[in-house]
Every structure is written in C-alpha cells, then in structure tokens.
C-alpha cells in the first residue's frame, strides 16, 4: 500500500526567502505525481505535474522535480512572496491503479 | 471551459437524513473521482468512476456510501443515513484519461452534521 509522507509539517519563513518541501513515497514505482496548493476552506488548485517519462517541470517560481529510484520528490519555490502561504500536497498516482495518494501536505507561511 | 463543478458547497443534515453531493467534471472529461477529507487529516481516495461505470470503489466506506457517473448528468456521491463522523469536505476530480492525465479538483462540497 503506497504511503506518502511530507515534509515539514509546517513552514514559517520571512518574505523573500527560498524554500524546498519534500515529499516521499513507500513504493517508489509512481506513474504520474501532482503538486497541489490548497488555501483554507477551499479546493486544490494543481500547480505541477510531472507524467512517467520526466524528471522535473517548472512554472514561474516553481520548479518540482521526481527521483524515481528513490521515491521522492521536492517542490522548489524561489523568492517566496505572502500569497504563497497556502497548504502543499503531493500526490502519487500509481503504475497498476487509478487513485492519486495524498501525502497530508505542508502548511506554509510567509511572513512580510 | 468551466472547471470542475460541485454543488453544494455546504450542506448541513442531521443524522439519519440522507445527503446528495453532486459534481459536473469538466467539459471533455470522463473520468471521476472522490476524495473525502476529514477535518485536520489529508485525503484519502473514495471512488473512481467512468460514465456508467465504477472502475474502483476500494476507499468507500461498505455501508451507507454509493456514487454513480450516468450517462447524461452529474456524478451523485451518496450518503445514507448520515452520522457526525461524515462531517468532511468532499471533493470531486475529473481527468481526460486514467493514468495519464492531470487531475482537476472542484471546491468541494462541505457536510456538516448535526
């Protein structure tokens, strides 16, 4: 059964900064993964997708990259800015299944 | 092109009522899915369904839970008999095709029960 865990937690840092989430899989046999943003009471909003055959794509400030052989990924964000503060998932969908499995996400702060 | 449409957006029932959320997948989509998030947790895959079809109910709860993708209309996630515990956001998910595309989320739909 694929576990996805993310991390830190939770994030505080001052406006400006570079920062890195970090997000790993038990089985590292992923298909597709999927970074998502989700702001309070509201729905995921999809930043990033990587498909099967890539390494890492990029938008904007955001650069998320997969490493196949060690089931892990990393979400990049350059020159963090307030409107980043929002909470990031990561999600794996499977070679053999249909679902995308949540990790239980990053909340982040940036502070001005 | 519209996103992901669920409606509604908050839905309060009391226990032992019946509570219907439906989701409109975005145009030239046919692949749906549910996610259940329960307060302070992450989501956790429900159901994926084709027009007419389930292809894997393997998240749903075995009682009271049963969704359904007819051939014209919405998807319908159907809770039976509500208990505090269903008090989650509900979301739905639709792609172009299974294990190959994106995934686009709705706003979900926020149960509440009393």
């Known amino acids: 059964k694929q576990e996805v865990t993310q991390i830190p937690a939770a994030l505080s840092v001052p406006e400006g900064e570079n920062l890195v989430l970090n997000c790993s899989f038990t089985d590292s046999a992923i298909y597709n993964l999927q970074w998502f943003r989700q702001d309070p009471g509201k729905g995921l909003t999809s930043l990033l997708l990587?498909?099967?055959?890539?390494r890492e794509q990029t938008s904007g400030r955001l650069n998320a990259s997969l490493d196949k052989s060690s089931g892990r990924s990393t979400l990049y964000i350059a020159a963090s800015q307030p409107g980043d503060s929002a909470t990031y998932l990561c999600a794996g969908q499977e070679t053999s299944g249909s679902r995308l499995t949540f990790g239980e996400g990053t909340q982040l702060t940036v502070n001005p | 092109n519209a996103g992901v449409m669920q409606n509604p957006r908050h839905l309060v029932r009391r226990r032992g009522q019946e509570a219907r959320l439906r989701c409109s997948p975005m145009k030239g989509h046919s692949h749906v899915y549910w996610y259940r998030q329960l307060p302070e947790e992450g989501l956790k895959f429900m159901v994926y369904l084709q027009k007419e079809n389930i292809i894997d109910e393997s998240g749903m709860p075995k009682e009271r839970f049963s969704a359904e993708f007819p051939k014209e209309g919405p998807s319908i996630l159907r809770i039976q008999q509500v208990v505090r515990g269903d008090s989650a956001a509900y979301f739905c998910?639709?792609?172009?095709?299974?294990?190959?595309?994106?995934?686009?989320f709705g706003e979900g739909s926020r149960l509440t029960v009393l």
């Open positions: 990587i498909q099967s055959s890539q």
């Open positions: 998910a639709s792609s172009v095709r299974f294990n190959t595309g994106e995934l686009f």
